[in-house]
């Protein structure tokens, strides 16, 4: 159905205009899912057009009204189908449905992917309306709508490239419906203070004092591999480094911050931090130990 909307020229015509509603803006984001492994082209006509991606999904034979729904983002392979792989037997004994995005480096390169999409090429903010970021909650609507599941909410991983893009998307997108989301492993971080420029940290970047407070509320879980060390040789970006020498170092310093600046703003850190003893940066293994925090 669509809007008209009609005004009258100098008394002596109609002008009418017919706008779209949001259900059909919501239909035009309309996708299939017609088997129980596969892949789809998704174009998020709410947001950038412009920039597709191809989500891998699994999907149960019968997928009930409860049926959940489950995003897993992949690092910085750009291999969507390869996060599918890692995430079917678990949708699979969870009787979930599996989202597996990938931001190709065609239309996320560099660090657009990594930085959920917030920024330009010269590295400035966008719009909001144009973020990465928003593709997934397009993507649940969209998704949802097409299986006939009518949870209001989402599980969401994301290793490593996938934890930066995850992270913020907790840190930015307040009203985002994840029930929980597990960030495992970024390279690099947000950091949640005004001190540091944006994309690194606050300052400059989108207004923040609500958003971060409400962020710090969230069922959000950090996941490191004490092992995860490394990267320590491989030549980061000046504004990376300075948050640690190495990702481990890193997550250790971004908890530790976050816990402080919600000290400071007066607000409970609902945040967890889970360190698996033993494990690198290995993809199977981390993204394993990230799903097991989704069952209770």
């Known amino acids: 159905m669509r809007r008209i909307f009609c005004v009258q020229i100098l008394g002596v015509a109609l002008l009418c205009l017919i706008l779209p509603n949001s259900a059909d803006a919501q239909a035009r984001n309309a996708v299939a899912l017609p088997d129980t492994l596969g892949s789809f082209e998704f174009r998020d006509r709410r947001g950038d057009p412009a920039r597709p991606i191809r989500v891998w999904y699994y999907r149960p034979a019968s997928v009930s009204p409860t049926a959940r729904v489950l995003f897993l983002l992949h690092g910085s392979s750009r291999t969507g189908q390869q996060a599918q792989a890692l995430g079917t037997q678990f949708a699979r004994a969870n009787n979930m449905v599996l989202l597996a995005p990938e931001f190709s480096a065609e239309h996320y390169p560099d660090l657009a992917y990594d930085f959920g999409g917030m920024t330009g090429a010269n590295g400035t903010l966008r719009p909001d309306s144009l ?29 490593s490239a996938g934890g930066q893009f995850l992270h913020r998307l907790v840190l930015f997108v307040p009203g985002a419906r994840f029930r929980r989301a597990v960030v495992s492993s970024p390279g690099r971080y947000a950091f949640p203070v005004a001190e540091v420029a944006f994309p690194y940290g606050l300052g400059g970047g989108p207004p923040d004092s609500l958003s971060r407070r409400r962020a710090f509320g969230r069922d959000d879980i950090l996941v490191l591999g004490d092992k995860d060390v490394a990267d320590q040789a491989r030549r980061w970006e000046p504004e990376t480094t300075a948050q640690g020498r190495n990702r481990f170092a890193r997550g250790l310093r971004f908890f530790a911050s976050a816990a402080e600046e919600a000290t400071a703003a007066g607000v409970p850190l609902a945040w967890r931090l889970e360190i698996v003893h033993g494990v690198d940066h290995d993809p199977p293994r981390m993204v394993q130990a990230a799903l097991r925090l989704l069952r209770d």
């Open 131 to 159: 973020w990465g970021l928003n593709i997934i909650e397009h993507l649940f609507d969209a998704v949802r709508a097409s299986v006939g599941s009518a949870d209001s909410t989402y599980d969401i991983v994301g290793h």
